[in-house]
């Protein structure tokens, strides 16, 4: 491996490799700001360039657009509250609070390292572990799939904020949504009510656009904002983050990391999933959770750094099973395969330097999305002092266009003004608008998992009787029964220091 990985570096060191990656990381970067257009679309859109080059220099641009996209949907997110990519949605919760008390800076760079080390440490584990680690996720059918998305719905109630029913009956409503469209078995149409739109169901961009872009501006004009931030940002080296502060941060990413490319092994995992669970791993662990949502550091490093280590986690099946886990990835599959490369595992017996070559170029398109980055934190910061009566509209055409942009259609420009709406409301309420996120992105992994899992026995004993998915579904019992604990336990401490400062 150090002989592979030292050749693959020192090739991908060439000024055209340099130089592929850091188009590549440039146009990612672009690609993510900009909500509807994510790196599988970019990375379609471009693929006709990758028969003009060289097959190194092809698959090192596509990947550098893929983490690139990944990185950058974190700053319109901290910014505005809006979410490039559905993997920053969560990023959104405790970034844009940042932004709202003048340390935009610092969420920046804190996304900005988080997702280096994420790509690092996941170049260095795709380097060390390769075809081994990606095998066991081939144990993983149906039933395990069923538990760890059962695990995963956990978090439903970590979000669910002051009131577990509302907050569950939300996460089931987004669910519902998700449902709507097609059956993922059969293909018959359901709940579509006769309407030839809805019959491909709810995209998640103009949803995610309407509920976190629209409704901010909304409430942005309710509350007749004048200034996202008014008061003085400093130089750039000032935000960036230090002392307590930038260790919490950093040892939040390292977290991040390890859970986001455990997960990524698996096919179907998206990012955005192990950005949420990263984001309530940390709040879980935390002593102080209930600052989760106000401008915790952690709750900006940790899921940023996760949704990178699961782009990188990616590229360990893809390059020796040919299985892409996304499809950005199966975009790349295609590169490859128009390059005359068959991806399994005897790539890296028969291209070996090219395999390696790609690999080298990881750790330098990483360092050059951070050399990118950083310096550009303080023009970014200061977009939250732009007035917003300039700012707003700028912001309604960007998610008029970003809810346009993935099926070029006027539907889902209706569908985002509608959810805008409905999240300007659920703000008023006080409804966690994450957790309808979240069951809108588990809702049919849970349902398809289920299904699949019975119709392989015909009963649901099936996971009682295999030791994954009966191991998860007990750590789900366990994580919920803590959860609720925990909760009743803050709110009893809340009730005794109330009666004691009354009492004072």
Same mark, same amino acid.
């Given at each position: 491996?150090?002989? @592979?990985?030292?050749?693959?570096?020192?090739?991908?060191?060439?000024?055209?490799?340099?130089?592929?990656?850091? =188009? #590549?990381?440039?146009?990612?970067?672009?690609?993510?700001?900009?909500?509807?257009?994510?790196?599988?679309?970019?990375?379609?859109?471009?693929?006709?360039?990758?028969?003009?080059?060289?097959?190194?220099?092809?698959?090192?641009?596509?990947?550098?657009?893929?983490?690139?996209?990944?990185?950058?949907?974190?700053?319109? *997110?901290?910014?505005?509250?809006?979410?490039?990519?559905?993997?920053?949605?969560?990023?959104?919760?405790?970034?844009?609070?940042?932004?709202?008390?003048?340390?935009? @800076?610092?969420?920046?760079?804190?996304?900005?390292?988080?997702?280096?080390?994420?790509?690092?440490?996941?170049?260095?584990?795709?380097?060390?572990?390769? &075809?081994?680690?990606?095998?066991?996720?081939?144990?993983?059918? &149906?039933?395990?799939?069923?538990?760890?998305?059962?695990?995963?719905?956990?978090?439903?109630?970590?979000?669910?904020? /002051?009131?577990?029913?509302?907050?569950?009956?939300?996460?089931?409503?987004?669910?519902?949504?998700?449902?709507?469209?097609?059956?993922?078995?059969?293909?018959?149409?359901?709940? %579509?009510?006769?309407?030839?739109?809805?019959?491909? #169901?709810?995209?998640?961009?103009?949803?995610?656009? #309407?509920?976190?872009?629209?409704?901010? !501006?909304?409430?942005?004009?309710?509350?007749?904002?004048?200034?996202?931030?008014? #008061?003085?940002?400093?130089?750039?080296?000032?935000?960036?983050?230090?002392?307590?502060?930038?260790?919490?941060?950093?040892?939040?990413?390292?977290?991040?990391?390890?859970?986001?490319?455990?997960?990524?092994?698996?096919?179907?995992?998206?990012?955005?999933?192990?950005?949420?669970?990263?984001?309530?791993?940390?709040?879980?662990?935390? /002593?102080?959770?209930?600052?989760?949502?106000?401008?915790?550091?952690?709750?900006?490093?940790?899921?940023?750094?996760?949704? %990178?280590?699961? *782009?990188? *986690? @990616?590229?360990?099946?893809?390059?020796?099973?040919?299985?892409?886990?996304? &499809? *950005?990835?199966?975009?790349?599959?295609?590169?490859?395969?128009? %390059?005359?490369?068959?991806?399994?595992?005897?790539?890296?017996?028969?291209?070996?330097?090219? !395999?390696?070559?790609?690999?080298?170029?990881?750790?330098?398109?990483?360092? $050059?999305?951070?050399?990118?980055?950083?310096?550009?934190?303080?023009?970014?910061?200061?977009?939250?002092?732009?007035?917003?009566?300039?700012?707003?509209?700028? !912001?309604?055409?960007?998610?008029? =266009?970003?809810?346009?942009?993935?099926? %070029?259609?006027?539907?889902? $420009?209706?569908?985002?003004?509608?959810?805008?709406?409905?999240?300007? =409301?659920? /703000?008023?309420?006080?409804?966690?608008?994450?957790?309808?996120?979240?069951?809108?992105?588990?809702?049919?992994?849970?349902?398809?998992?289920?299904?699949?899992?019975?119709?392989?026995? @015909?009963?649901?004993?099936?996971?009682?009787?295999?030791?994954?998915?009966?191991?998860?579904?007990?750590?789900?019992?366990?994580?919920?029964?803590?959860?609720?604990?925990?909760?009743?336990?803050?709110?009893?401490?809340?009730?005794?220091?109330?009666?004691?400062?009354?009492?004072?």
């Amino acid at each position: 491996m150090d002989v @592979g990985l030292l050749s693959g570096l020192a090739n991908a060191m060439t000024l055209g490799n340099i130089g592929f990656a850091l =188009v #590549g990381c440039l146009l990612g970067t672009l690609v993510g700001i900009l909500p509807g257009l994510g790196p599988a679309s970019a990375m379609a859109i471009l693929l006709p360039i990758a028969l003009y080059l060289p097959p190194v220099g092809a698959i090192i641009i596509m990947a550098g657009i893929y983490y690139g996209a990944m990185y950058g949907g974190s700053t319109t *997110a901290i910014l505005m509250n809006i979410p490039g990519e559905v993997s920053s949605v969560i990023t959104a919760q405790d970034g844009f609070a940042m932004t709202k008390d003048g340390r935009a @800076g610092e969420a920046l760079a804190i996304a900005a390292v988080g997702s280096y080390i994420a790509g690092i440490l996941g170049t260095l584990a795709i380097a060390v572990l390769g &075809p081994k680690v990606a095998d066991l996720a081939l144990h993983f059918g &149906p039933p395990e799939y069923f538990g760890l998305v059962l695990f995963s719905m956990t978090a439903l109630v970590s979000f669910a904020g /002051r009131s577990i029913m509302a907050g569950l009956m939300l996460g089931v409503f987004g669910m519902w949504l998700a449902s709507v469209g097609t059956d993922p078995l059969t293909g018959t149409q359901r709940l %579509n009510f006769g309407s030839m739109e809805l019959m491909k #169901g709810f995209d998640i961009v103009p949803v995610l656009i #309407g509920l976190f872009g629209i409704a901010e !501006v909304l409430t942005s004009l309710e509350q007749k904002v004048g200034q996202i931030y008014s #008061g003085r940002l400093g130089s750039v080296w000032s935000m960036i983050p230090r002392g307590v502060e930038l260790a919490r941060g950093l040892a939040a990413s390292v977290r991040g990391t390890v859970i986001g490319f455990l997960l990524g092994l698996l096919p179907g995992m998206l990012p955005a999933l192990t950005a949420y669970l990263s984001y309530d791993v940390e709040r879980q662990i935390s /002593r102080t959770p209930e600052k989760f949502g106000s401008g915790m550091i952690e709750g900006v490093a940790a899921p940023e750094a996760a949704n %990178n280590a699961t *782009a990188m *986690a @990616g590229f360990i099946p893809l390059l020796s099973l040919g299985i892409p886990t996304t &499809p *950005a990835l199966a975009i790349l599959l295609g590169t490859l395969m128009i %390059n005359g490369l068959t991806p399994g595992p005897m790539l890296f017996q028969q291209q070996a330097l090219l !395999v390696w070559t790609v690999i080298g170029s990881m750790l330098i398109a990483n360092t $050059v999305l951070l050399m990118l980055n950083l310096p550009l934190v303080g023009l970014w910061a200061r977009i939250s002092r732009i007035p917003y009566h300039v700012l707003g509209p700028i !912001v309604l055409g960007v998610c008029v =266009v970003g809810a346009y942009a993935p099926r %070029n259609t006027m539907f889902d $420009v209706w569908v985002a003004i509608a959810f805008g709406i409905i999240g300007y =409301v659920l /703000r008023r309420l006080e409804m966690p608008l994450a957790v309808l996120v979240l069951g809108f992105l588990l809702g049919p992994l849970f349902e398809q998992s289920l299904r699949q899992s019975i119709a392989m026995q @015909g009963t649901p004993a099936i996971f009682l009787t295999r030791p994954i998915p009966l191991a998860l579904i007990v750590g789900a019992v366990l994580v919920l029964a803590v959860t609720l604990w925990l909760r009743r336990r803050s709110r009893a401490l809340q009730g005794l220091i109330g009666e004691s400062v009354n009492q004072g």
